[in-house]
Structures are given as structure tokens and as C-alpha cells.
């Protein structure tokens, strides 16, 4: 998760993970099953806006990862209108044949894609992930033994960049420089592949006999350390995405910026 970033903690971080979970998925599913391209540029807009002001990172910062966001609406909508089919041609040439209903339909899936992913980032900057482990064992009544694995898994991510990053610096020192072209490539990666491979699995093995010691494939109820309850931030984050999505039904009643409703 994103929430590693140094932020200031909003009432989004005090949501149960679990929860917030569940609200993310529900808002991917209306998106996915929205088709009135007026209400999803009114939610793109108060998405974006609900991740700036709720999620506590800085606006640099923001920007800076949103920054991709622009790439996946074009990309996602320029196949669509310029190679789409429709029945009032606005332009042709060769494979290129960009119409009304093409337009229509590659703004429709551009503004689905940044919703998707504005929902996506928002989750990611405001959960920690272990917290919503323990959330998930403690509420959605997920096996310990697969919720630990999970963790563990995280975990051991993080330690094979910090082991990369060791190697690199070793072959630094020791005056070890990477060749260029593909010969230099394949060199590169059968240096660091395999002392990488190597340590992750003696690393991997440690974890399951140290799980298997600790009984965590046991069903028997356990106690945790950290305990994940419920707050009155559920109520609002509740309130808050009905609250988005009636007034982007709304807006798009009132204010369309576009006259069709349906694009499918």
C-alpha cells in the first residue's frame, strides 16, 4: 500500500479497512455499470477532488502520481474513437475512422478508467496494509493463516528491493559495471537473479516453519494484537460516496455537458 508515504492522517485513515474495502469494490461495480457519460465526468471531478483533500498527501505529490492518470485516458480512449464503428463518420482515412458514436463511446471509457483508478489510489493512500489484515480476519473472517501468508508476502517485497539495492551497491564497489546491449542485460540479470532467488527462497522457507511453529494453520479462535473496530468515520465515508453519486445524478440532469445519456 501507498500509505507508507509520509501524509497527515485524515478521517480516511480512520475508516475500517474491511469496510473501505468493500465501499472501494461498490464504487468500482457503479462505475463499471454506469453508462451516462454526463454523471462519470461529474464523479471524475468529485473523485479527484474527495483524493485531495481526504487522502493527506501533499499536492506535489499528488500531482506527481496522478500524472499518469492523463496517459491512461488517452490511451484507453483514443482506441476506441479512432478505431471505433459508428454510423455518422466525422472522419476517415484508412484505418483510422473516427465517428459520433465512436467519440462518444472513447470518452466513456476514458472517464471509466480514471474513475476506476482515482478509487484504486484513493484506497491505496489511506489503508495500511496491516491494519486491514487484521481487519479482514477480524470482520470478513479470513483465515490467519492465508491473512499472515499475505503480510509476510508484503514484507518480504520490501526486503528483496533493500537486498537489490545492497548487490548493487556491492558490485559498485568491487568495480563490477553493467555492460550495455542484450548480452550486457543478460549478464546483469543472471548476477542478480540468482543470489536474489536464492536468499528469498531460504527466506520464504524461515517464514512457513516459523508459521507452521506458531500454529497459524490452526482453526482454533486466536487473540491479536492490534484490534480493528468500528468508528464513526464508516458512517461519513458512507455518506459521503452516496452523497457524490446523487449529486453527479443530479448535475447530470441538470447541467449535461453532453445530450446523449446512454453510451453502449
Given at each position: 500500500?501507498?500509505?507508507?508515504?509520509?501524509?497527515?492522517?485524515?478521517?480516511?485513515?480512520?475508516?475500517?479497512?474491511?469496510?473501505?474495502?468493500?465501499?472501494?469494490?461498490?464504487?468500482?461495480?457503479?462505475?463499471?455499470?454506469?453508462?451516462?457519460?454526463?454523471?462519470?465526468?461529474?464523479?471524475?471531478?468529485?473523485?479527484?477532488?474527495?483524493?485531495?483533500?481526504?487522502?493527506?498527501?501533499?499536492?506535489?505529490?499528488?500531482?506527481?502520481?496522478?500524472?499518469?492518470?492523463?496517459?491512461?485516458?488517452?490511451?484507453?480512449?483514443?482506441?476506441?474513437?479512432?478505431?471505433?464503428?459508428?454510423?455518422?463518420?466525422?472522419?476517415?482515412?484508412?484505418?483510422?475512422?473516427?465517428?459520433?458514436?465512436?467519440?462518444?463511446?472513447?470518452?466513456?471509457?476514458?472517464?471509466?478508467?480514471?474513475?476506476?483508478?482515482l478509487v484504486g489510489l484513493l484506497f491505496a493512500l489511506t489503508t495500511n496494509p496491516v491494519l486491514l489484515f487484521y481487519s479482514m480476519m477480524q470482520q470478513?473472517?479470513?483465515?490467519?493463516?492465508?491473512?499472515?501468508?499475505?503480510?509476510?508476502?508484503?514484507?518480504?517485497?520490501?526486503?528483496?528491493?533493500?537486498?537489490?539495492?545492497?548487490?548493487?551497491?556491492?558490485?559498485?564497489?568491487?568495480?563490477?559495471?553493467?555492460?550495455?546491449?542484450?548480452?550486457?542485460?543478460?549478464?546483469?540479470?543472471?548476477?542478480?537473479?540468482?543470489?536474489?532467488?536464492?536468499?528469498?527462497?531460504?527466506?520464504?522457507?524461515?517464514?512457513?516453519?516459523?508459521?507452521?511453529?506458531?500454529?497459524?494453520?490452526?482453526?482454533?479462535?486466536?487473540?491479536?494484537?492490534?484490534?480493528?473496530?468500528?468508528?464513526?468515520?464508516?458512517?461519513?465515508?458512507?455518506?459521503?460516496?452516496?452523497?457524490?453519486?446523487?449529486?453527479?445524478?443530479?448535475?447530470?440532469?441538470?447541467?449535461?455537458?453532453?445530450?446523449?445519456?446512454?453510451?453502449?
Amino acid at each position: 500500500m501507498l500509505d507508507m508515504l509520509p501524509g497527515r492522517p485524515t478521517w480516511l485513515h480512520r475508516v475500517n479497512p474491511s469496510f473501505k474495502l468493500l465501499i472501494s469494490m461498490g464504487a468500482f461495480l457503479l462505475v463499471l455499470f454506469t453508462h451516462n457519460i454526463n454523471v462519470l465526468i461529474h464523479i471524475t471531478w468529485m473523485y479527484t477532488a474527495l483524493l485531495f483533500f481526504g487522502s493527506g498527501q501533499p499536492m506535489r505529490r499528488l500531482l506527481l502520481i496522478t500524472l499518469p492518470f492523463g496517459l491512461l485516458f488517452v490511451s484507453s480512449a483514443a482506441s476506441m474513437v479512432l478505431f471505433g464503428t459508428g454510423e455518422t463518420t466525422w472522419y476517415r482515412y484508412g484505418l483510422i475512422h473516427i465517428s459520433e458514436e465512436s467519440f462518444f463511446r472513447g470518452l466513456h471509457l476514458g472517464f471509466k478508467t480514471v474513475d476506476a483508478a482515482l478509487v484504486g489510489l484513493l484506497f491505496a493512500l489511506t489503508t495500511n496494509p496491516v491494519l486491514l489484515f487484521y481487519s479482514m480476519m477480524q470482520q470478513l473472517r479470513l483465515p490467519a493463516k492465508y491473512a499472515y501468508s499475505f503480510m509476510a508476502a508484503i514484507r518480504l517485497m520490501g526486503l528483496s528491493v533493500s537486498e537489490y539495492r545492497m548487490l548493487r551497491a556491492a558490485f559498485l564497489v568491487r568495480g563490477i559495471k553493467n555492460r550495455r546491449g542484450v548480452r550486457g542485460f543478460a549478464e546483469s540479470v543472471k548476477r542478480y537473479a540468482i543470489p536474489l532467488l536464492a536468499q528469498s527462497i531460504r527466506r520464504a522457507q524461515r517464514t512457513a516453519v516459523a508459521m507452521e511453529a506458531k500454529r497459524f494453520a490452526s482453526a482454533a479462535a486466536r487473540t491479536y494484537y492490534y484490534r480493528v473496530g468500528w468508528s464513526v468515520s464508516d458512517a461519513v465515508l458512507t455518506a459521503t460516496m452516496i452523497g457524490i453519486w446523487c449529486c453527479a445524478w443530479w448535475l447530470a440532469a441538470q447541467l449535461p455537458h453532453f445530450d446523449i445519456t446512454d453510451v453502449r
